[in-house]
């Protein structure tokens, strides 16, 4: 699954971010919009990661998509 098809469909994959990432929550989730450098940024914020990790969080969960 391309970031293409996840962002136009946000909405449906917030659950699934949810399921990956507890510890966001749904006006973070609702605030990312689909834009992955949000998503990193939020990640990054809530979890105490290095941008290289969370981006790396970003692609495997982006992969697990089907």
Known sequence: MN?????????????????RWGELTEDELTRVAGKRDALVGKIQERYGVAKEEAERQVKDWEGSLR
């Open 3 to 19: 970031w293409e098809q996840i962002k136009g469909n946000w909405k449906q994959f917030t659950g699934h971010a949810k399921e």
